[in-house]
């Protein structure tokens, strides 16, 4: 997963990605990292990657509302009932997801240094 160190709502969503992954499924690099920047540069036709959320899952990469609701279903219960978002049109979920990401730092604030990882989950941070 893919996302960007310099947003506290992003970071939450690490945590909380964290809290829930109790099989360690997921594997987590900053946007702004090396290890980042190598994924993402495998990941053909993300637009403007510093405004949203990356998963890669075999060689697939996902992003946005897709992401979000992909991780979800790969969480346990009740975390893969959210897949029901599916059924909303992606353009619908994007546009919903998009206001957030441009909003996201004067919402939730921005951290003062980029979190490329976090205390007890080292492991699970690509460096």
């Known amino acids: ?52 959320l990356v998963l890669v899952e075999g060689g697939r990469c996902r992003t946005r509302s897709d992401a979000v609701l992909r991780i979800c279903e790969l969480l346990p219960w009740p975390w893969p009932a959210l897949g029901i978002g599916r059924w909303v049109p992606r353009a619908v979920r994007d546009s919903l997801y998009d206001v957030v990401a441009r909003n996201r730092r004067r919402w939730f604030g921005q951290p003062a240094t980029c979190r490329t990882s976090m205390a007890g989950y080292g492991e699970r941070f690509l460096e």
């Open 1 to 52: 997963m893919l996302y960007d160190g310099w947003c506290n709502l992003c970071s939450a969503w690490v945590a909380f990605v964290l809290r829930w992954d109790r099989r360690a499924r997921f594997r987590f690099a900053a946007l702004a990292s090396k290890a980042g920047a190598e994924a993402l540069a495998r990941c053909r036709g993300v637009e403007d990657p510093a405004q949203t």
